[in-house]
């Protein structure tokens, strides 16, 4: 934590674990100690890294951004993404909670089958979530995204919950717990947008007490 740039940078790696830090806070998990920019930034050909376990709040920039379009196979589960080590209040990241830009693709953010690998995505400055620019073929499953199981805490991300833009063929679900998100400007708990925003597929979640539903 405290550091000018990123918490943590892998590029061009492969193969590498993140596991049950703290990235961007004390040690105790309470108080933010902002990196500068990214809690974890993967890029670069970036493949087959698992994130699993970490807090990752009150960074200057988003949570954590894979990008590039060799970014892919990674695995993001369990985290805590701008809440405190508790999961009961938000300590913000800048911007997303979890960026995937510029063609980064079939990489996991929670998990199909396990709930107890989801992450808790709170609090952003921007979206919880966003996949941007030709990010193609991603899935974002049982996470809570806006609160935090079971869903009774307003913990909202300012803009929209999970946006879609310019991508295809994305799975968001099963099981997602997307609320409270939108504060900021009446946003849409998921929204998708662009020409190039085809076959992507919204299932199986609870969607509830956002600015808008899904647009």
Do not use: C
């Amino acid at each position: 934590s405290g550091n000018a740039a990123n918490g943590v940078y892998i590029s061009n790696s492969q193969w590498n674990e993140i596991s049950y830090n703290h990235i961007g806070t004390d040690k105790e998990g309470l108080t933010a100690m902002a990196n500068g920019e990214l809690g974890i930034k993967l890029d670069g050909s970036a493949r087959n890294n698992f994130v699993y376990g970490n807090l990752i709040s009150g960074n200057g920039g988003g949570g954590i951004l894979l990008s590039g379009a060799r970014t892919s196979e990674n695995a993001i589960q369990a985290n805590k993404i701008g809440s405190d080590v508790y999961g009961s209040k938000t300590i913000p990241n800048g911007k997303h909670g979890v960026g995937i830009y510029d063609g980064a693709s079939s990489n996991t953010i929670g998990h199909i089958n396990d709930p107890s690998r989801g992450n808790t995505i709170v609090g952003s400055g921007w979206s919880g979530i966003a996949i941007v620019n030709g990010s193609n073929g991603n899935l974002v499953a049982n996470n809570a995204i806006g609160t935090h199981f079971p869903g009774y805490s307003n913990l909202g991300n300012q803009f929209y919950g999970i946006n879609i833009v310019g991508s295809s063929g994305n799975v968001i679900g099963p099981t997602n717990l997307v609320a409270y998100n939108g504060a900021a400007n009446g946003s849409d708990a998921i929204r998708i947008d662009g020409a190039a925003a085809v076959q992507n597929r919204i299932t199986q979640n609870n969607i509830y007490d956002s600015w808008k539903g899904i647009e």
